[in-house]
C-alpha cells in the first residue's frame, strides 16, 4: 500500500511543472542527436563573432577591456565606439539574430515531436519563418518598449515627487536627492519589463509549433498560456545559471548548453500549451455538459485563441 501511495505520488509530481523534469527529457531527447543542434549552436556563435567585429575593430575592445575609462582619458574618440560600423551591425543583429533563432527553434520543435535524426536541412528549412521571425521581434519589441516607457514615466514621477520632499528638507545633500528620479525610474521599470518579457516568451514557439498562426494572435496566445507560469519560466532558465558561469570560462561549453537549454524550454512549452488546452476543453465540457473529448483530438496551437483581438 505505502508503495503504491509512494508511486501516485512520483506520479502526480511528474505530470507538474517541474525544471528537473523539462531538463531530464531535454537530455532524453538530445541522446545520439546532438551533431546538428551543436553545428547550428556554432553557426549562431560564428555570426555573433563575425557581428562584434563588424561593430567595432578588435583592438577598439581590447582597449576598453584593459582601460574601461578610455574615453575620459582621451584614448579613443567616440567615433570609434560609436562609428559607422557599430550601426550597420546593430541593424544587421536586430535584422538576422530573430531569423536564425527562429530557425533554430525549428530543431526543437523536430525533437519534441519526432525521435528521428535530426538534419541540416531541418535547420535550413527554419528559414522559411523569416517573415514571421522580423515581424513577431518587432511587435514583442514596441509591445515590451510602450511597457518600459509607461513604467519608466511611472517612476520618473514618483522619483520627482521623492526628489521634492527630499530636497526641500533641511541639510538634505543634492545630489542625493536628484539620484532619486533615475533610481525610481529602474525600481518601476525592471520588474515590469521582466514580467513582460515572460508574457511573451513563448510566441516564438507558438508559431514555430503552428506555422498558420500569425504574429499577433501568437503573442496574444503566449499571454494568455503563461498566465501563472512566468515564474517558473523564470526559475527555468535560472536553473542554468551554473552552466553558464561555466561556460564562461570554458565558452565551447555553450555549443552545448545553448541546445540543452531550447530542448528544456520547448518541453516547458508544449507541457504549458497541452495544460491551457485541457483546462479549456475541461470548461467547455462543463459547460455544455458534454462527455470531454480526449485532449490529443484538440488542435495543439489554435485551441489556445480563435479571436484576432489586438489587445496584449
Partial sequence: MENENQNLKTEEMEAGFYSKKFKRLALEQLNGRWTVPVLVSLIFFVFEILLLGIMMPWSTYATLLTN???????????TDVLGPGYFVGLIASCILTPVIVMAQLSIFALLFKSKEQLKFSDFVSGFSYWTKALGNYFWKFLWLFL????FGLIG???GLLVFYAVYSSAGADSVLAASMIPLFIYIFMLPAMIVKTYQYSLSDYIIVDNDEIG????LNISKKITSG??????CLDFSFIGWQLLCCF????????????YAAKTNAFHYILDTYNKQAADEKTASEGQKPKAIEDEPVSAEAD???SNEV
Fill in 306 to 308: 480563435t479571436t484576432d
Fill in 215 to 218: 504574429v499577433i494572435q501568437a
Fill in 229 to 234: 507560469y512566468k515564474w517558473k519560466l523564470f
Fill in 68 to 78: 574601461p575609462n578610455a574615453l575620459e582619458s582621451g584614448l579613443l574618440n567616440p
Fill in 156 to 158: 520618473a514621477i514618483v
Fill in 147 to 150: 511597457w518600459g516607457l509607461a
Fill in 250 to 261: 570554458f565558452p565551447i561549453g555553450t555549443l552545448w548548453l545553448e541546445p540543452y537549454s
